[in-house]
Each structure stands twice: as structure tokens, then as C-alpha cells.
């Protein structure tokens, strides 16, 4: 980031007379604006004449006149989808550089569709002799209303087949307020010094892009308050939801306009009770229906079965159970079956550890809450 950029950042924070309050909107608004790459990945948005095609994606950015890039290659390999391009190396006008807006249509580049309610890793390569990278991007082409709501708390990095092993000591703190996503990353400098980042920005679906900074130079937790912090452009977070407990995180460096590096991390959230897993969700809690009926409480024990699968929860009074199903290889429930009399009255798709979210027998939307304690 330029010396301007930084210097007018850090001037807007401290000038804001509501720091604390404000921080939010003032950093993630210039943060925006200076990482933007020179490439932008989009979802192009449907026209008439693509009513009965499948999603395509835009590309835009801008290039020397007389050497704009063309798409060389597509391939889509499940969600991954990677572009390739190619442009003149002589002759090219860097003074006057121009705009440019390319279609990728994966159906008649790689024969292969993008298909609706998928969330597609998407990276852009240079083939000017070695390929490099341009620019990374998520795109959800699923209906915003599929999207699980994050819950608010501590996320901590976890291994994955997906992202690897874990990165010990590493993870975020995640806000939802009002539709926007406030997220805290803390980790490790390159020298192994303790940092932390911070960003907000309004989630796309179950996707979101967080432009982060980091915060550096304030007072120590002991002085006097007084000065406030300067403010440092930083990597930016690309956040793939998958439940309301449960993302898949790409933490991304740009240098000169252009995304040159992406790690996979898998963040996720679980109580600090120890015990079996389906311990977890013992406690009140009152399932809350969309359609105007009445909200109905339910006190779980602790689980009375649980295999490496499943766990089985029982409220004796109502007659009422919780039976779970575990993801694959995790400790987090990715589907969970509310019974009355051994009739079950509400599936759950969206499980958290203070809130479910599914369907009624009816079809109605229900939701299952924590009740605090």
C-alpha cells in the first residue's frame, strides 16, 4: 500500500471521535478500496439470453493498450475452476493502460458447466512463459436464502483432508450484527511474533471476502490511552461457510495489484466443555417455528448413546430426543433429527452450537435455540 494510502487510513481512524465504534466501518472501507486487485473475479449476472445457460463468470481488470489478455485455457476439476491467459509481450502501451471484461463460459471452454448452488475456488493464471498466479476469488452460485449464519465466538484452525494440518495457536473471531461480518484473525508474524488482523464486509451467500489490516503502534495495555494505532494494509480472507460452526478459510497475499500467494485453512468453532461430543447440545432449548406456532422447550441430558457417527440425546419429561449425525472424520453434526414419541417433528441441516435450523414435518421453517445459562 502506498505511503499516502497508509497515511490517509490512519488519518480517518483517528479521527473519529468513536474509534471503538467505528473501527468497523472506517478500516473496512479503505481496506477495500486499496486491496482491490487489478483483476476482479465475478459472477456474471444473468441477461435474457442466458436465462437457459448455466453461470459464467466475468473477468475484469485493465492491461497496456494493444496487449489485452485473451483466455488461453479453462479447466473445471469438481469446484476448482482455473482460468489461463494469455497476452502480447511486445508492443504493449503500458502509459495508456485500458480496461477489459472477459466471459468465461466453462461450458463451451471446458465442455463442462458451472452448476447452480455450488461454491467454486476460482484462480486466474498468466501463461507468459511460467504460469503465475493472478487472482483468486470464491464464487457462490447457490440462492442466498441456502446460506448458514455464522455464529459469534472464537474459530480455531483444525486439520483437514481439505487444508492440511492444522495451524496451531492460529484462528478468528467471527461477528454476524445486522448483515455485516466483522472477523478478528490472530496467528504468527514471520518471526514468530504474536499479530492480529481485522476487517468487515457484507457475506455473498455462504461466501464472503474480508480486505484485512493490521493494526500496529498503540499504546501499550498498561500506559495512559491516548494516541491511536496506525493502520497497515494486510492479506485478505476469502470465507467459505459450510455450517453455521464449520468454514473453509483462503488467506491471500497481494503484491502490486495481483494475488501472488493462497493458504487453505479450515476453521471452526467448539465449546470449551471436554466430555463426548454430543454433550455439547445438552441443555434447554426452545424450538421456535416460522409459521406463528407455538414455541415449544425441551431440556436434552447428557447423551445416552454415541458411536463414532451418531450421539443420541433424551429429554424424558417431553418424551422428546435429538438424534445427530456426525460429518465424516469431525466432531461436528451435520444433521440432526428432532422426535416426540418417537415422531420425529423437525430435521435440522444447519447445526450450530447455539442454534439449528431446518424444516417441520409441515415443511415450515423451525429453528432449535440455546437457551443461556
Given amino acids: ?210 480486505s484485512l489490516v493490521q493494526l500496529a503502534n498503540g499504546d501499550p495495555m498498561f500506559a495512559p490511552t491516548g494516541s491511536l494505532p496506525s493502520a497497515q494494509a494486510g492479506p485478505r480472507l476469502e470465507l467459505e461457510f459450510l455450517s453455521p460452526t464449520h468454514a473453509r478459510a483462503y488467506l491471500v497475499r497481494s503484491e502490486g495489484g495481483r494475488d501472488v500467494q493462497v493458504r487453505a485453512l479450515t476453521l471452526a468453532r467448539s465449546r470449551f466443555a471436554t466430555g463426548p461430543t454430543g454433550s455439547a447440545w445438552s441443555g434447554q432449548w426452545v424450538l421456535v417455528p416460522d409459521d406463528n406456532g407455538a414455541p415449544r422447550i425441551f431440556e436434552f441430558t447428557e447423551p445416552s448413546s454415541q458411536d463414532a457417527e451418531t450421539f443420541h440425546l433424551g429429554d424424558t419429561d417431553n418424551n422428546a430426543s435429538l438424534d445427530c449425525r456426525l460429518a465424516i472424520g469431525t466432531r461436528h453434526p451435520e444433521v440432526c433429527t428432532l422426535s416426540v414419541a418417537a415422531t420425529p417433528i423437525a430435521d435440522f441441516d444447519q447445526v450450530g452450537l447455539d442454534r439449528l435450523s431446518g424444516h417441520g414435518s409441515n415443511g415450515a421453517r423451525v429453528r432449535l435455540l440455546r437457551v443461556p445459562r
Avoid at 497508509?6 to 471503538?20: D, E
Avoid at 507468459?128 to 457462490?140: Q, R
Avoid at 474459530?155 to 492444522?166: R, T
Wanted: aromatic residues 6%; charged residues 15%; negative net charge.
Fill in 1 to 210: 500500500m502506498s505511503p499516502s494510502r497508509t497515511t490517509k487510513l490512519a488519518a480517518r481512524i483517528a479521527g473519529s471521535a468513536l474509534v471503538c465504534a467505528l473501527l468497523l466501518a472506517c478500516v473496512s472501507a479503505q481496506a477495500a478500496d486499496d486491496a482491490t486487485p487489478e483483476l476482479r473475479i465475478l459472477l456474471a449476472t444473468p441477461t435474457a439470453t442466458m436465462v437457459q445457460r448455466s453461470p459464467q463468470i466475468n473477468l475484469l481488470g485493465t492491461a497496456p493498450a494493444r496487449c489485452m489478455p485473451t483466455i488461453e485455457r479453462v479447466t473445471l476439476d469438481g469446484t476448482d475452476l482455473s482460468v489461463e491467459l494469455k497476452s502480447p509481450t511486445t508492443g504493449c502501451d503500458s502509459q495508456h493502460p485500458l480496461p477489459f471484461n472477459l466471459r468465461v463460459d466453462p461450458t463451451a471452454s471446458a465442455g463442462v458447466p458451472i452448476l447452480p448452488g455450488q461454491i467454486y475456488h476460482v484462480r486466474v493464471y498468466a501463461m507468459n512463459g511460467a504460469a503465475s498466479l493472478l487472482a483468486f476469488h470464491l464464487i457462490d452460485t447457490g440462492a442466498p436464502a441456502s446460506a448458514p449464519t455464522p455464529e459469534n465466538g472464537f474459530w480455531w484452525s483444525e486439520a483437514s483432508a481439505a487444508s492440511g494440518p492444522m495451524s496451531a495457536g492460529s484462528g478468528a473471531s467471527i461477528e454476524l450484527q445486522d448483515g455485516q461480518l466483522a472477523v478478528g484473525l490472530f496467528g504468527f508474524a514471520e518471526s514468530g511474533a504474536p499479530t492480529w488482523y481485522f476487517g468487515s464486509t457484507r457475506p455473498t451467500g455462504r461466501v464472503a471476502t474480508v
